[in-house]
C-alpha cells in the first residue's frame, strides 16, 4: 500500500495490515490493526479526518473521502466495504457489512450489525437503527437480521462467494475488472495546469483544461478514443470511463463526477454534478446545470434537462434545483484547493 501525506499529516496504519496492488491511503487517515485491502482501494482523507477501526476489509475499487472542513468518515471495527462501494463523510457502526456497489452520503450514520444491500444508497443524514438489513435508493429497512445472518453476509462478500443471501450484497450488474494498468499514461499526459493521480490510468486521447483533475484510480479506458475534459472539472475516484474506438466523450467547464461513477460515451455540459455511485449510458446528453443524483441509471441516449436532478433507474426527471442545491453542489473553488498540495505530496510504500 502507498502511503501519501497531505500538508502536515501522514497517514498512519496499525498492526498487521495487509493489501493487494495500487492501494492508496492518504493525509489524515487512521487505520486499526489487521485490516485488509484489495486492489484500488482508496482512503483519501485530504479536507478532514478518516478514521478505521480494527479488523475491517475493503473490497476492491472501494473508496472512502469525506466532505471538506465539513465531516470526516468513521469506519468502526469488523466492518466490511464491498466490492465498488462508496463510504463518503458519514459513519458505519461495528460490524456492519457494505454490498457491492453500495453508497452511504454525507453525515449518514448506519447502526452496528447493520446490512447496506448491494446497489443501495444512504442518503445525507439519515441515520439508520442498528441490526437491520437496509435496502434501495434510497435505502430502506426490509427486516431485521440476527448475528448468524449477519456473519454469513460478512463471510460473502470477503470470501467471495455464493451463499444463501448472496443477492442481498452481490450486484446483479458488477463493475468489470480493470483493464488498464494503474499509473498506465499519467506522466504521459501530465502537466502543471491540472492534475492526474498516479494510480489512475489513461489510455486514449486525453484533452484537460486548466484546473481540472482526475483522481486515485480512475480508470480511461478509451483506446483509439477521445475524451474532453473542461476546466474546473473533476472526475473523483475510482470512477470509470469506457469507451469503444471511434467514441468520445465531452465534459464541459466545472463538472464534478463523483466516486465510483461509470461513463459511457456521452456530452456533459457545463455546472453538472453526476452523483455517487451513477452510471451514464451510451449518448446521454446532461445539459447545462443538469444534476444526476447518487445511484441513479441513466439509459442510452437520455438528454437531462437544464437545471434539474435526475434520479431513479433508469434515471427520470425528478425536481428543479434549489438554492440551497446550488450553493451545496457547486464547489470548484474547493476541489482546487485541495488540489493545490497534491502537486507537491510526498508518499511511501508500506
Not at 444534476?291 to 435526475?310: D, L, Q
Amino acid at each position: 500500500m502507498k502511503l501519501i501525506s497531505y500538508l502536515d499529516y501522514s497517514p498512519q496504519v496499525g498492526s498487521d495490515c495487509s493489501s493487494d496492488r495500487w492501494v492508496s491511503i492518504i493525509g489524515r487517515t487512521n487505520v486499526g490493526d489487521r485490516c485488509h485491502f484489495e486492489d484500488l482501494v482508496t482512503l483519501r482523507g485530504d479536507g478532514d479526518f478518516i478514521d478505521v477501526g480494527s479488523d475491517c476489509w475493503f473490497g476492491e475499487y472501494s473508496t472512502v473521502h469525506i466532505s471538506d472542513t465539513t465531516f470526516g468518515a468513521i469506519v468502526s471495527d469488523e466492518v466490511t466495504v464491498g466490492r465498488f462501494s462508496l463510504v463518503h463523510a458519514c459513519k458505519i457502526g461495528k460490524g456492519c457489512v457494505l454490498g457491492e456497489h453500495a453508497v452511504v452520503m454525507d453525515n449518514a450514520s448506519v447502526g452496528e450489525g447493520s446490512v447496506i444491500c448491494t446497489d443501495s444508497v444512504v442518503p445525507p443524514g439519515k441515520q439508520l437503527e442498528p441490526g437491520w438489513i437496509y435496502q434501495g435508493i434510497p435505502a430502506k429497512p426490509i427486516r431485521k437480521i440476527d448475528a448468524e445472518e449477519l456473519k454469513e453476509l460478512r463471510n460473502i462478500v470477503r470470501l467471495k462467494t455464493n451463499g444463501m443471501g448472496a443477492d442481498l450484497v452481490h450486484s446483479n450488474d458488477p463493475v468489470a475488472p480493470i483493464k488498464c494498468i494503474p499509473g498506465e499514461g499519467v506522466l504521459e499526459n501530465s502537466d502543471e495546469s491540472f492534475y492526474i493521480a498516479p494510480t489512475a490510468a489513461v489510455v486514449g486521447h486525453l484533452d484537460m483544461a486548466a484546473e481540472s483533475s482526475i483522481w486515485f484510480s480512475v480508470e480511461i479506458d478509451a483506446e483509439n478514443a477521445s475524451v474532453q475534459v473542461g476546466s474546473s472539472t473533476n472526475i473523483q475516484d475510482n470512477s470509470r470511463i469506457n469507451l469503444d474506438p471511434g467514441e468520445s466523450l465531452k465534459m464541459g467547464q466545472r463538472v464534478t463526477i463523483g466516486h465510483n461513477v461509470q461513463l459511457d460515451a456521452c456530452e456533459i455540459g457545463d455546472d453538472c454534478i453526476v452523483g455517487m455511485g451513477s452510471k451514464i449510458g451510451k449518448g446521454t446528453i446532461i445539459l447545462n446545470g443538469g444534476v444526476v443524483a447518487a445511484g441513479a441509471v441513466t439509459a442510452p441516449n437520455t438528454i437531462v434537462t437544464e437545471g434539474m436532478i435526475w434520479s431513479g433507474n433508469p434515471a427520470k426527471e425528478s425536481r428543479a434545483l434549489s438554492k440551497e442545491n446550488i450553493k451545496l453542489f457547486f464547489f470548484p473553488s474547493v476541489i482546487f484547493r485541495m488540489l493545490f498540495p497534491y502537486l507537491f505530496i510526498f508518499s511511501y510504500i508500506i
